[in-house]
């Protein structure tokens, strides 16, 4: 244990792997939740703007989950590594939050095991990059 503990890289690489679980149920909101005719009811501006920031934060999520899960062994050897693993702590931490505490009343109940597994790996998320910027930060 305190090997595992010892050496902490192996903890944004695993986060960074875990981005792309939420990959299907990124594919699949627009589906599950309803938004085709949601967005038929949006002028064109509008449905543009909500696509091309959803796009965004697909992009970002998978290009940050790339970009940690590559980086193994390299990232917390420094203090932008251990920074950026402290940012998306904060980040995924948000996203849990707003999974659990907004979204948790209001998610239709047809899909309430995506509602928890969402939960859970925001939750994951966190801790990892938390511990990871912990534990990096006393070794680096």
């Known amino acids: 244990m305190k090997q595992l503990l010892d050496n902490a890289d192996w903890l944004p690489t695993l986060a960074g792997a875990l981005h792309f679980i939420q990959l299907p149920s990124m594919l699949l909101a627009r589906r599950i939740l309803g938004w085709d005719r949601d967005f ?77 597994a969402l939960s859970v790996l925001f939750i994951v998320l966190t801790l990892a990059y938390a511990a990871a910027a912990l534990l990096g930060g006393t070794v680096a």
Not at 65 to 79: E, I, T
């Open 40 to 116: 038929a009811r949006l002028s064109p501006i509008k449905r543009g703007i909500v696509l091309t920031i959803g796009g965004g934060i697909l992009l970002c999520v998978l290009g940050l989950g790339l970009l940690v899960a590559s980086s193994h062994g390299r990232l917390l050897q420094s203090p932008v590594g251990v920074g950026l693993c402290v940012f998306l702590s904060v980040f995924w931490a948000y996203r849990g939050a707003v999974q659990l505490f907004v979204y948790g009343s209001i998610w239709p109940a047809s899909s309430r095991v995506a509602h928890h």
